[in-house]
C-alpha cells in the first residue's frame, strides 16, 4: 500500500477521532446521527487507517510520532475488538516504541496502554478458565475457542516481551520509576498463568478428566 499524504492522513485521522469520541466519551462534540458513521463504516475506516499505518517505513513512523501516536492510544482505548487491540499494540510497539525517549515511556505509552492490556489479559483468563470446564475430545467448537484465546493471550505475551526487549537493550541507564508500570504488569501476568495453570491441572487430576493436550 503507498503511504497518502500527510493532510489526507489528518482528514482520515479527525473523522476516525470524531467518531470514537462522539457521545460525551472523548473532548469533541457530538456530531447529528445523520452525520455519524455505521458501525461497519467506522470499523472499516479504523481498519484502514491500520493498513495504512503498516505500510509506513522507520523515517515516517519516526517524522510522526507526536501526532499519530496519541490517536492510535485513543483508538486502543475505545476498541471493544481482542482482534483490533492486538493489532494496535503490535503497530505501536513494532513501529512507534523503538523512536521514543526512555525517560518518558511510562508518562507516554506504558501507564497508556498497559492497563487495558491486562485488562484483555484477565478476561482472556475468564473465558479460557469458563471455556475449560465445558472441554471434552467431542466437542470441536470448544477446542477452536480455546485454541483462538490461547493464540491471542501468546500474541500479548509477544509484544510484552519486546516491551522488555526493548527497555533491557538501551544503551542509557532506566530509571525504574520511568516503567514502573511494565514490571509490575508482567508480574501480575506471570501470577495469573501460574494460578490458572495450577487450578486446572488439580481439577482435571481429580474429576478425572485429561489435561488439555496440544491436539485441542
Same mark, same amino acid.
Given at each position: 500500500?503507498?503511504? /497518502?499524504?500527510?493532510?489526507?492522513?489528518?482528514?482520515?485521522?479527525?473523522?476516525?477521532?470524531?467518531?470514537?469520541?462522539?457521545?460525551?466519551?472523548?473532548?469533541?462534540?457530538?456530531?447529528?446521527?445523520? !452525520?455519524?458513521?455505521?458501525?461497519?463504516?467506522?470499523?472499516?475506516?479504523?481498519?484502514?487507517?491500520?493498513?495504512?499505518?503498516? +505500510?509506513?517505513?522507520?523515517?515516517?513512523?519516526? @517524522?510522526?510520532?507526536?501526532?499519530?501516536?496519541?490517536?492510535?492510544?485513543?483508538?486502543?482505548?475505545?476498541?471493544? #475488538?481482542?482482534?483490533?487491540?492486538?493489532?494496535?499494540? @503490535?503497530?505501536?510497539?513494532?513501529?512507534?516504541?523503538?523512536?521514543?525517549?526512555?525517560?518518558?515511556?511510562? $508518562? =507516554?505509552?506504558?501507564?497508556?496502554?498497559?492497563?487495558?492490556?491486562?485488562?484483555?489479559?484477565?478476561?482472556?483468563?475468564?473465558?479460557?478458565? =469458563?471455556?475449560?470446564?465445558?472441554? +471434552?475430545?467431542?466437542?470441536? !467448537?470448544?477446542?477452536?475457542?480455546? @485454541?483462538?484465546?490461547?493464540?491471542?493471550?501468546? $500474541?500479548?505475551?509477544?509484544?510484552? *516481551?519486546?516491551?522488555?526487549?526493548?527497555? /533491557?537493550?538501551?544503551?542509557?541507564?532506566?530509571?525504574?520509576?520511568?516503567?514502573? #508500570?511494565?514490571?509490575?504488569?508482567?508480574?501480575?501476568?506471570?501470577?495469573?498463568?501460574?494460578?490458572?495453570?495450577?487450578?486446572? *491441572?488439580?481439577?482435571?487430576?481429580?474429576?478425572?478428566?485429561?489435561?488439555? #493436550? @496440544?491436539?485441542?
Amino acid at each position: 500500500m503507498v503511504w /497518502c499524504g500527510r493532510g489526507a492522513l489528518k482528514a482520515r485521522w479527525v473523522g476516525v477521532i470524531a467518531v470514537l469520541t462522539c457521545g460525551g466519551s472523548g473532548s469533541l462534540s457530538p456530531v447529528a446521527d445523520g !452525520e455519524s458513521m455505521s458501525q461497519d463504516a467506522e470499523v472499516e475506516a479504523r481498519r484502514d487507517l491500520l493498513d495504512e499505518l503498516d +505500510s509506513w517505513p522507520r523515517d515516517v513512523c519516526r @517524522r510522526e510520532l507526536p501526532s499519530v501516536l496519541p490517536r492510535l492510544l485513543s483508538m486502543y482505548q475505545h476498541s471493544e #475488538s481482542w482482534i483490533e487491540h492486538i493489532r494496535i499494540l @503490535r503497530i505501536i510497539i513494532d513501529m512507534f516504541l523503538p523512536h521514543m525517549n526512555h525517560l518518558t515511556l511510562e $508518562q =507516554t505509552l506504558f501507564s497508556q496502554i498497559l492497563p487495558k492490556t491486562i485488562k484483555l489479559f484477565d478476561g482472556m483468563m475468564y473465558e479460557l478458565n =469458563t471455556q475449560a470446564g465445558e472441554l +471434552s475430545s467431542q466437542n470441536l !467448537e470448544i477446542q477452536v475457542t480455546l @485454541r483462538n484465546i490461547l493464540q491471542t493471550m501468546v $500474541q500479548i505475551l509477544g509484544r510484552l *516481551t519486546e516491551c522488555v526487549q526493548h527497555v /533491557c537493550t538501551t544503551q542509557d541507564s532506566i530509571i525504574l520509576e520511568n516503567i514502573h #508500570s511494565l514490571p509490575s504488569s508482567i508480574l501480575h501476568i506471570i501470577k495469573e498463568t501460574f494460578v490458572h495453570c495450577k487450578c486446572q *491441572t488439580f481439577s482435571r487430576l481429580f474429576s478425572g478428566r485429561p489435561i488439555l #493436550s @496440544r491436539s485441542s
